[in-house]
């Protein structure tokens, strides 16, 4: 017997897998008064429409508060399904849409549905460390596939394929962490080469609406809709604190994945569903979203302005500068400390010059780059960007490794 | 490869312990017009306290929509958690609160973080199929415990009690679905065994504040908080609609359910956490709750008048007659059939007269009493009551078994 009465608990073993986010350690130590804080992935509150919101829980309660306080059916509140299915970019039948407490229940259901204990599931490198999390409980091999700044590099995924592969998680556009787009050739390649393979994809896309110049291309779900699962969120358009996402799956899973999504909370808030079929209703999305655009386009522009400021690039090699990708779209900006530093290491010495970040490594399932590093350019104000982008570049020339 | 191009799609073996809720299709049925439904769960609409959430909707959206609306921390919004953990009838510190996207989620992430693949789960006779099938995909054997209408037997615990069990399921308090509730004598004795044992208990609480005449005993997790996790919700209370919930854990696995919560969903909608703290303050569920209990209790009245009018006892054997218990709290009665009926098969006959019930057989781990089902009281209105159960007792008539 390996229990005691004063600690009658033996966890599972799955339980070993499951660890405190370092996202969100760091995002305690950021929310000290004074610190300006590129590390949470938090939208930013000047995007919520705040009155829409109370407009619409204002009609909800009035008109249909017995049913939208009821508890209700696990696939979702059906006006809201058909809203989803109609926006999408490609023929969705409404039987194939799941609505989800916020995408990642999407990503919780999708592993416990498909992955068994030591079945292998890809990812990209690096990848969303939610997903990491939702996966590991279900105790996969998960396993890089290499990726580049166009996303995943089809002749790796062929070699780390296997045939119990279960699935490829793929974050195709203004991916988390990186900001990088997955071109429209990858996206084809990679379609083909997973079709070949007999390999499914889970698309997820909580970003693919905030482009800033032109729409990424089409979704890889589109292209092959029987062999993807499709993973959607309201946080980023709407808001994140109603916790309401959408997934799309074909027939072949969706029957599993409605029955552990019942198992897992039996549904959505039916109330939250109504609001925001409420405020999405009379096309809404496509009057808010292009400001979310704006704004988020500026706060990108501002980042690059003050990093192309702080950091000069002239007569210094790429190995002994900070150097940073130019997203498209999203939310985030990945940069790459000079040689020999170490984003962890760094990341108190930031903060105490009153900025913070989130360290790339947290987004590896493996062979993590520890020069990586995710700043977020949606939260702060232009303003705090230039401020933090300067004390962030005061502490890395402060922190500069002897040349040998 | 066991996989084709066309259907790529390889199934978790959990996958197979996954199936369609009984309920959930039975629930289909009773949705046509006409029918007098004894079959959900589903609170009485009327207690819904809207004109509160109204005023709660509007307050938190003009005080605080930056916060209610941005992404949340995991354990949940510290006011309710506060509010829950004063409310509670032992000492209970406010970091052991975690808010869950319903007490359903509660179960799941119990699950995750106890149960391995065969390793023993132990539950009531009958037990609440919501939790069946939350623990069914980590795979565990669940095993009932033998249990009479004052709840589990402590000596058959004892003799289905193995090293590897790791915990015992209960819901002490006008139990879904017998509506029965543990006495004091057999809670005591139940935390006096656990605890020999090393035994953890998991303590589920959704209807303990439902009580008609006098308030069950102490929760069993009162008598030992580091041997018990308790589950509650807002669901029985407030509605069901706003999806929330909460698990009180002690320190030996808190950290765990937090982390398996955040991979979960990240966090319960802070909205909804916000209006829940709004609507409560000033001691609202003192002056609400008693009067959900005075229309329950009316309405278990009505049904226990109606079933004793349909169902005389005169002279006729119990086996003979339908059955059923007087419940002291909660949503649910437990009626039997008389010897040979089966409540499977009688259910469309039912159904064809107008009224439905959930046959008990869902309820079982193991060995279903096809003679049970579960009525609730706390739907429909009493004439309903009246037609519904003279509709019962006319198909309970019409398709009694021939005497031999």
Known sequence: MNTTPSNPWTLARRAERMNPSVIREILKVTEKPGIISFGGGLPSARTFPVAEFAAAC???????????????????????????ADRLPWKVDPSQVLITTGSQQGLDL?????????????????????ALQAFAPMEPEIVSVASD??????????????????????????????GRTMTEARRSALVVRAAELGLPLVEDNPYGDLWFDTPPPAPLTARNPDGCIYLGSFSKVLAPGLRLGFLVA??????????????????????????????????FLDRHVPTIRTLYKTQRDAMLAALAREFPATGV???????????????????????????????????????AY???????????????????????SVPDIERGVAALAATVRENMPVPA
């Open 358 to 380: 989130v360290p790339g490594a947290a987004f590896y399932a493996d062979k993590a780059d520890p020069r990586a590093l995710r700043l977020s350019f949606v939260t702060p």
């Open 58 to 84: 204002a009609k909800v309660l009035r008109d249909d508060a017995p049913a939208a306080l009821q508890y209700a059916s696990s696939e979702g509140y059906r006006p809201l399904v058909e809203m989803v």
């Open 149 to 178: 700044e166009h996303g995943v590099d089809v002749d790796d995924l062929q070699h780390q394929w296997r045939p119990d592969t279960r699935f490829l998680y793929v974050l195709p556009n203004f991916q988390n962490p990186t």
């Open 110 to 130: 999708v592993a416990k549905v498909l992955a068994d204990a030591g079945s292998r599931v890809l990812v990209e490198t690096p990848t969303y460390l939610g």
């Open 250 to 283: 074909p027939k072949a899973v969706f029957p599993k994945l409605l029955q552990a999504k019942q198992a897992a909370d039996l549904h959505s808030p039916g109330f939250n569903q109504r609001i925001v079929v409420e405020v999405m209703q009379g096309g």
């Open 317 to 355: 090699d790429a190995d002994e500068r900070l150097t940073w990708n130019k997203p498209d779209g999203g939310m985030f900006l990945w940069a790459r400390l000079p040689e020999g530093m170490n984003a962890v290491d760094l990341l108190p010495k930031a903060v105490v010059k009153g900025v």
